[in-house]
């Protein structure tokens, strides 16, 4: 399984940018895929996650409402839009993905596999 993580940079507060992350061999029928963010000195933290089959989504209250994430069956992508970002937005953002559902879903521990991340910094 390979995830390859795509799309961050420098914005602006109050911007928008969008997050892919190409999968290749994974089993998408039954696949959870999330998105995770971490900044140095912190864990990693939960932004949000999609069941793949279901599409069912949740998201972390801090970017409820300003984050959507989707993905594209034909192109085995998955994205992440961010919207009205902000200064604690900064960070590494991560891609993951685990090959069943789990109730777990905010435990970075539960995934298998990761992407590279990609740096989105929001600047003031």
């Known amino acids: 399984v390979q995830l390859q993580a795509s799309g961050g940079g420098l914005v602006q507060v109050g911007g928008s940018l969008r997050l892919s992350c190409a999968a290749s061999g994974l089993t998408f029928s039954s696949s959870v895929m999330g998105w995770f963010r971490q900044v140095p000195g912190k864990e990693r933290e939960f932004v949000a996650v999609i069941n793949w089959s279901s599409g069912r989504t949740y998201y972390a209250d801090s970017v409820k409402g300003r984050f959507t994430v989707s993905r594209d069956n034909a192109k085995n992508t998955l994205y992440l839009q961010l919207n009205s970002l902000k200064p604690e937005d900064t960070a590494v953002y991560y891609c993951?993905?685990?090959?069943?559902?789990?109730?777990?879903?905010?435990?970075?521990?539960?995934?298998?596999?990761w992407g590279q991340g990609t740096l989105v910094t929001v600047s003031s």
């Open positions: 993951a993905a685990r090959s069943s559902d789990t109730y777990y879903f905010k435990d970075p521990r539960r995934y298998d596999y």
